[in-house]
T-cell receptor, first 112, second 112 residues
């Protein structure tokens, strides 16, 4: 089965609120964890990544937290906007063969 | 700069036929990967090519094959199509030494 999964299949928030999307993984051998955003009819778009030896990384309005003890990954989006509405995937990256293993995704809906 | 380009964007085939999907990576990227995304699920790794050599293969039958050309473009071939092959086929390229994958918009294959 898949080694990466998501706790919540859907998440609905109000515009301006913060969003937190969670992800559990089972394979400890990955080199990176990556969050992708996929809008309807489009390919996945890179948001942010975090090396497996880090526990936090911040980008523009996004923060990724990695807890290796419980094998948990989260994506925090600050001041969520309607344009953030999409399916979000966490993925494990293995540099040995450039393989990404994706989870099933969380649908984020931002209500204006 | 042009992103990853894929063709065709949509196509319809019947069971038993074969299909060829094409991908042009971002200029300067030598690695190309192929993913299959069934509706409602995360992308599944099919192949990864680097410098025209296969460096990774996912759990797909031998009906699936690919190749990479000297200009780093790539083709994915699927023979003896089954209804279950209906999916969005995504191509991604990555720069040398980096983990980030840049995805194209995909080729939507429908098998009737």
């Amino acid at each position: 089965g898949e080694s990466v999964g998501l706790h919540l299949p859907t998440l609905s928030v109000q515009e301006g609120d913060n969003s937190i999307i969670n992800c559990a993984y089972s394979n400890s051998a990955s080199d990176y964890f990556i969050w992708y955003k996929q809008e309807s009819g489009k390919g996945p778009q890179f948001i942010i990544d975090i090396r497996s030896n880090m526990d936090k990384r911040q980008g523009q309005r996004v923060t990724v937290l990695l807890n290796k003890t419980v094998k948990h990954l989260s994506l925090q989006i600050a001041a969520t906007q309607p344009g953030d509405s999409a399916v979000y995937f966490c993925a494990e990256f293995f540099s040995s063969n450039y393989k990404l293993t994706f989870g099933k995704g969380t649908l984020l809906t931002v209500n204006p | 700069d042009a992103g990853v380009t894929q063709s065709p964007t949509h196509l319809i085939k019947t069971r038993g036929q074969h299909v060829t999907l094409r991908c042009s990576p971002i200029s300067g990227h030598k690695s190309v990967s192929w993913y299959q995304q069934v509706l409602g699920q995360g992308p599944q790794f099919i192949f990864q090519y680097y410098e025209k050599e296969e460096r990774g293969r996912g759990n797909f039958p031998d009906r699936f094959s690919a190749r990479q050309f000297p200009n780093y473009s790539s083709e994915l071939n699927v023979n003896a199509l089954l209804l279950g092959d209906s999916a969005l086929y995504l191509c991604a390229s990555s720069p040398p030494g980096a983990g980030e994958l840049f995805f194209g918009e995909g080729s939507r294959l429908t098998v009737l």
